[in-house]
């Protein structure tokens, strides 16, 4: 598939703007052809009116068809081949492996929500007959076209055919995404993807559109654009908010759900350390250096009690900090934002560092490493929670038990904490649960942050800022409530009802009759 | 019970503040006593403080307990007697009848509540068991202290313990009310059968506390304060609004659950212009007038295209105007509101008064009226869509079913849409139904949109400006979704799971475990 560095409005392709940028690998800092033009005003709005044009067609395709359609559009990703693996490693740096392993979870996640869709009961179809009143039958539909903004950090799972485009097609809303200018070939081709899949199923064609750009223009005019119902954002914490300060300013507000990262605290409970302190070290260092530490569930802070056996496990952490290897970010910006947030941490009060690998020279490297700072300092200093995007953790020691909780207590939303302990540890410690239940969207025993399984469990989400929406997860299958609103029918005829609220169940569905869950 | 005209922080009562205010009887513009004082800002910070500290106990009571306390608060009510329904009508100008059946859906609202948490499938339980992946179990847990605006318009359904109060506490949020200042006598006795409720109840004492107050700032200090996590709104566009825009604005945005009304747009079809013109037209009067119009669910707007029985329709329900009786309205302010707003409507080009009822001269009565104007003239001028509180309705005549269809199209979000004709007439119409469902939280057929019913199934809500989250209701049971938001444990001890979340699932509760629907 040749690439051609324009717009996807609908399926016809668009190039009026005189703005240029192009994808840059970041190993060599090379450019990548071909150029691609930012997306003008113009078509930003003509891809949400096609979408709109869409969107009554596509809402009431049948449970079936949509199925089928995100299940097209899984295969077409893999019918792309190695060109996208390849693509995308030379756009983000990440190896070949690392992005195999992330098409197929794209893949399956797709699938899953196929499931969803065909399974039907996500609708929470909800029947209320009686004798003395009105028949009264509700089920979520979807809210219309929605904007997706992908991330760079993972350009296939959380890009162009990600989670929040798997979910919101689910829902049946057509989407706008706005191609992440770090990844605009393998966007380009994702939507490429997407678009074959639109025609093999017959989807109206304004189901997906993507326009480029680089400026934070062409997303703010699309977040802005009346005919838009919803936002899926993912990313940095000052993109998130300003998105969402664009659409709670618009003349109809309208949700956003940004996952804007955290610094997923781990809690070392003194079990831990007495009976698996080599063990913790070495996962949290390969845990807070996977991906080159660019994963938003990174695990960015460490806190535990001071004791012999801590000095031990820090010493360890070092040890293996020191001997870890760099790997490419996924952009020189990226890299700097980087390098900037280690020197302001460093300068804070009381921070120390405690190990770093080595450069080795290349561009845009991500060097690990490790800091502490004690619990007092951390008390003192709310910058010192904030997130720093990149291979690096910081321990803080705590004197004692209460100290440990208090440090729980001042946390802000994160995506996750973890506790690492005996089964003994957490009952003495189930007051630090009950704190943490309140700070994160993911409590975690005895395991590491960065893997986000695609289930129907997950949650990938948390108290604000890790989201701008704490009751919703970006991953897994409750992610398609985002993109729906109840509605509700008195007293309609059996004929004009939608299938899922018909008298005979013909969907078989799982619905609420007067109060009971039945099929 | 005597009234204090004091602010309950917890179960103390507090009356600080140096400004004070009256409730006033409508009907004879006299003062009522007591003075009731404003909070402070200092009384209101404690309130909350006491909700913050009440909230970890609260939320962890059992379902059982939570329960008989929803059901404590609905007894405690009835024990107020004819006392709390003599204050209501003397603060509200309601008649006696009215509140007395309002107080029964506020009991039976506090009780389906209760046995909704007693149920307890509504946490949306998810587990998912994996030999080769972590263990993930997740379930809705309550948001935190919750900030609660009650209306004028239903002093005990939609004040102190009406429909958001109940869903709060049953999702197991503190709440901090923020009384009524047009009803504030009232709301005291309400505030005290809550209080003794959480005294034989055993919750702890924050759990609820009101405030009492006439300014902005009293509502403005509650939702800013940086331990309310939700807020619950019903009443103007311009008080919702501007709560909304509060919260969006704090250093950490919160969900707003503003109910603003709307006009509740009626559709009338041939078929039911031929066949039951008459009984529509009586039926839309007492509609347009029950409780002095004074109904969030008040039809403002009744569409339908021109044609022999349409006049004669139009013209069978001016005559019920004429005849229509006036009443007194909430307030001096909601009456001059609605003179104004009905003169306001009445210089705009081609709105016609067809029909009024006549003032009785006693003071602040709602004097029915009936206006009409042509599609024509309705497209061209968006301010005829919007609400006037009372009881009001403007007709559209339009010009065949494309026009018709039209005026649909161009609506803003409101709470409901009403179709009235023969299911013929509905088939035929399918494509406004298409429109109206993305319009709207509740489309009634062959019904008026006054009654809503408290059950599984109703939906009121819809898209802005009806409310501020097209995604929630804030009537009937799925309104305790609203104050809560998912929490996921991946692999927990069996011991240090919630209940809901254990394998043996002992509150035997509908969960979905891999997918499956299953208890």
Chains 1, 2 share one sequence.
């Not at 004798?131 to 039958?137: G, I, L, M, N, Q």
């Not at 910058?383 to 321990?395: A, H, I, Q, R």
């Amino acid at each position: 598939m040749a690439l051609t560095g324009q717009n996807f409005i609908g399926s016809h392709r668009s190039g009026n703007g005189s703005k240029t940028f192009q994808g840059i690998n970041p190993e060599t800092e090379s450019k990548l052809k071909p150029d691609y033009v930012e997306a003008t005003s113009d078509e930003v709005d003509q891809a949400v009116q096609k979408a709109e044009e869409a969107f009554n067609d596509y809402r009431q395709k049948s449970t079936v068809n949509r199925a089928e359609f995100l299940e097209a559009i899984a295969d077409e990703i893999m019918e792309l081949g190695d060109a996208l693996i390849k693509r995308a490693s030379e756009e983000t740096g990440l190896t070949e492996g690392r992005l195999t392993g992330e098409r197929g979870r794209t893949f399956n996640q797709l699938r899953l929500f196929a499931d969803v869709v065909r399974e039907g009961s996500w609708v929470d179809a909800r029947i209320d007959r009686s004798d003395e009143a009105p028949d009264v039958r509700s089920m979520k539909m979807a809210l219309g076209p929605v904007a997706i903004f992908g991330a760079s950090n993972f350009p296939l799972a959380f890009s162009v055919a990600g989670g929040d485009t798997a979910s919101a097609l689910a829902a049946g809303c057509p989407i706008v995404v706005k191609a992440h200018p770090a990844h605009p070939g393998t966007c380009e081709m994702v939507a490429g993807a997407i678009l074959k899949a639109v025609e093999k199923t017959g989807m109206p064609e304004g189901t997906f559109s993507m326009v480029q750009g680089i400026s934070h223009e062409v997303g703010t005019a699309l977040v802005e654009h009346p005919l838009i119902k919803a936002v899926g954002f993912t990313g940095s914490f000052k993109g998130g908010k300003a998105l969402y300060d664009a659409a709670t300013s618009r003349p109809e507000p309208i949700p956003v759900y940004a996952e804007m990262g955290s610094t997923n605290p781990i809690f070392l409970l003194p079990g831990a350390l007495r009976e698996k302190g080599d063990e913790v070290a070495e996962g949290l260092t390969n845990s807070v250096n996977l991906g080159v530490g660019q994963f938003c569930t990174n695990p960015g802070l460490v806190a535990y009690e001071e004791s012999d056996e801590a000095r031990a496990f820090h010493q360890a952490v070092a040890d293996h900090f020191k001997k870890a290897g760099t790997g490419t970010m996924l952009t020189s910006g990226i890299q700097s934002a980087y390098k900037e947030g280690l020197e302001t941490l460093l300068q804070q009060e009381g921070v120390q560092l405690v190990a770093s690998g080595s450069e080795d020279g290349s561009p845009n490297t991500g060097v690990p490493h490790l800091l502490k700072v004690d619990s007092k300092n951390f008390l003192a200093n709310d910058g010192l929670e904030e997130e720093v995007f990149g291979p690096s953790t910081l321990t803080i020691s705590a004197e004692g038990k209460a100290d440990l909780i208090d440090i729980a207590e001042n946390l802000q939303g994160h995506l996750t904490a973890t506790l690492y302990g005996t089964e003994e540890d957490l009952e003495t410690y189930s007051d630090l649960v009950t704190v943490l239940q309140r700070k994160v969207g993911r409590l975690i025993f005895n395991g590491f942050p960065t893997g986000v399984e695609v289930n129907h469990a997950m949650i990938h989400g948390g108290p604000y800022p890790a989201t701008t929406d704490s009751r919703t997860t970006s991953v897994g299958t409750s992610a398609i409530d985002r993109f729906a609103r109840p509605v509700c029918f008195q007293d309609f005829p059996e004929s004009q009802l939608p299938d899922e609220l018909k008298d005979e169940n013909p969907l078989d569905i799982w619905r609420l009759e007067n109060g009971e869950h039945t099929k």
